[in-house]
């Protein structure tokens, strides 16, 4: 059970506002579909293949109209509720999440790939175990064009994390996900040289570059290694890579694969279901708990060598 | 005339080959020194360190004198210079780091013992910088053992271990972790002993 309970009155406002917004639903689609039907049969018979044209322009914005409400809801739901989890447990929360700016020293370090298309949302800011960190949702893509067609390719959708500690580190020490044959093309985009680690279970699943050999197994202790093979666990489909410069740790948890094109995460996915038993707050408790069970895991105490 | 040249051809391949083995070779060698290099720096920050935590002991720890006096004499001991060319001298210096290693830490075991609260609270601040120069040498130690390996795998796989025994390059010596070193101190038995 999670340590941050919640009143369960402190939804009230927003639950009658669903019930409402259901209901404005319902009444649109009870006299809406009837009066577009009409609407179509007769401008289609006054005013042919334009009259049905008119007719589904018409149909698309009674669903609009239908759905407005919802919609908006929706959005403000699940700023509300994520703003009353992160104030529980001393956090600010930001649905806009950070400006885009925010992702280029993933990129650089090669946490997230090349990308023409970015978004971010729902920014986390605050100290977990004596550590500051920010984590926010990211989606980026990259749009090719060529004479004949545009295609375009979901490069990262997952978390980026940061952790802030108090000194700084000498080098860049960046962990990337193992790509076997390929591995030597990411080495040609990293500072450092390949750092060769002692875990055979570790080197088969990541691949370690920096630019400093002594720093990089300094910080990659043999139980600091383990830990990033324990959060596989709880992401089993998702890509786990990491980078620690000047005075921060970067974690970027790329989970593409599972939640598709779209950003995934500490979203309302049901709104017919009462806010008391949504699953959206279990779902946003339990994701917010894997992330601090991931900083529990990483042992990320400020007071200690890292 | 063409049996010349296909000699000619195939002893500058040989050639080149051989020129890139002793290269190779010759840069593992040279970064296993650096890396022992790396570890000396470490080591000699650790020496600097167990004066300050020997003066704190000795006021303290009067009944630990032989301990105390054998850290004294451990740290004498590793202070010399070692020849980076002679893997015996390497290898005897890393055993006596790990003696020094391991008195160091019975010391601090032996020390939990006593209650002395200013006493308490300075031996826990020299520990921590202590314990804070040892994960550096524990990273210098894992670069060290890393380089050493390459050097060894060159210098005992043919063909560069046939270029390595002609340049006169060596394998060096693992910084290896005693088993002792492993087992956490039992202050309970060396207070008993």
Redesign the interface.
């Known amino acids: 059970m999670s340590p941050y309970s919640f009143d369960p009155h402190l939804f009230d406002e927003l639950e009658k506002e669903r019930l409402e917004a259901l209901s404005w639903r319902k009444k649109v689609w009870l006299f809406g579909v009837p009066i577009v039907a009409v609407a179509s049969i007769i401008s289609a018979m006054f005013f042919g293949a334009e009259g049905l044209i008119a007719a589904v322009v018409g149909a698309g914005l009674a669903y609009m109209i239908a759905e407005f409400k919802l919609f908006e809801l929706k959005e403000r739901m699940k700023t509300d509720i994520l703003s009353h989890m992160a104030e529980a447990r001393g956090w600010n929360f930001n649905a806009d999440g950070p400006a885009e700016s925010a992702v280029s020293v993933y990129s650089d370090l090669g946490l997230v790939s090349s990308h023409n298309e970015l978004d971010v949302e729902d920014l986390f800011e605050g100290e977990l175990n004596g550590v500051r960190f920010e984590l926010f949702e990211t989606l980026a893509k990259m749009r090719t064009k060529n004479r004949k067609s545009e295609s375009v390719r979901t490069v990262f959708s997952g978390l980026l994390a940061r952790f802030s500690f108090p000194k700084d580190f000498q080098g860049s020490t960046v962990v990337l996900t193992d790509s076997g044959f390929f591995n030597w093309a990411a080495g040609f985009s990293q500072k450092g040289e390949r750092v060769t680690l002692e875990d055979p279970v570790f080197e088969k699943q990541f691949q370690v570059y920096s630019s400093d050999q002594v720093e990089a197994r300094y910080l990659l202790t043999p139980s600091f290694m383990q830990r990033l093979l324990d959060i596989r666990n709880v992401f089993p489909d998702a890509q786990i890579q990491a980078a620690f410069e000047q005075s921060h740790l970067y974690l970027a948890i790329d989970t593409k694969s599972a939640s598709g094109d779209e950003l995934g995460f500490f979203d309302v996915k049901d709104m017919s279901k009462p806010i008391s038993q949504q699953s959206a707050i279990q779902l946003f408790e339990k994701e917010l708990q894997v992330f601090e069970e991931i900083v529990d895991g990483l042992n990320l105490d400020a007071s200690t060598r890292i | 005339m063409d049996g010349l040249w296909i000699f000619l051809i195939l002893l500058g391949f040989v050639g080149a080959v051989a020129y890139f083995l002793y290269v190779s070779v010759i840069q593992k060698r040279n970064r296993a020194r650096s890396?022992f290099s790396?570890i000396d720096v470490q080591l000699k920050k650790r020496h600097d360190l167990i004066p300050n935590v020997l003066k704190i002991a000795k006021e303290t720890m009067k009944q630990e004198m032989s301990l105390i006096e054998e850290v004294t004499r451990l740290r004498t001991a590793t202070e010399a210079p070692t020849d980076t060319n002679d893997p015996d001298a390497i290898k005897g210096r890393l055993e006596a780091e790990s003696s020094l290693t391991q008195s160091m830490r019975q010391l601090f075991a032996v020390a939990e013992n006593y209650p002395e609260p200013r006493f308490v609270e300075a031996m826990k601040t020299a520990q921590e910088t202590y314990?804070?120069v040892e994960?550096?040498i524990?990273?210098?130690r894992?670069?060290y053992?890393?380089a050493v390996e390459d050097l060894q795998n060159a210098v005992e796989i043919w063909p560069s271990s046939t270029i390595a025994a002609l340049a006169g390059v060596k394998a060096m010596p693992f910084f290896e972790i005693d088993d002792t070193e492993r087992k956490p101190v039992d202050a309970g038995d060396i207070l008993s002993g």
Do not use: K, V
């Open positions: 890396a790396t314990q804070e994960g550096h524990s990273a210098a894992r670069f053992n890393s």
